[in-house]
């Protein structure tokens, strides 16, 4: 099973930037992409950064140019790099691990994805 812990999150002033961690631990050879989503106050959670199935990086079209995800492997570890925070930025961020189907249908792996527990961000006006 794998086990996500985000943290770095904060408040902050619009312009700013802010760092969020990801630790990853577990069977981490079941996931087969990781990235992070947000939830905004009174909306539904959303895609924010995300290395897919290839290793290749995708955002939304909201962060892109402003926010970076980078991993290091050694450390298991995700990162995303938010800069010139807006205050639309403001959410819960959560990171997320998907999980190799076939390996879940084989009972490899205990469930198709993983979430951690989420970290706040604020950003002020």
């Known amino acids: 099973q794998v086990q996500l812990v985000e943290s770095g999150g904060g408040l902050v002033q619009a312009g700013d930037s802010l760092t969020l961690s990801c630790t990853v631990s577990?069977?981490?050879?079941?996931?087969?992409?990781i990235g992070w989503y947000r939830q905004p106050p009174g909306k539904q959670r959303e895609p924010v950064a995300a290395f897919d199935n290839s290793g290749s990086a995708t955002y939304s079209p909201s962060v892109k140019g402003r926010f970076t995800i980078s991993r290091d492997n050694a450390k298991n570890a995700v990162f995303l790099q938010m800069n010139s925070l807006i205050p639309e930025d403001t959410a819960v961020y959560y990171c997320?691990?998907?999980?190799?189907?076939?390996?879940?249908?084989?009972?490899?792996?205990?469930?198709?994805?993983?979430w951690g527990q989420g970290t706040q961000v604020t950003v002020s006006s």
């Open positions: 577990g069977d981490t050879t079941c996931i087969t992409a």
């Open positions: 997320n691990a998907i999980n190799d189907p076939a390996a879940v249908a084989r009972g490899m792996c205990a469930q198709p994805d993983s």
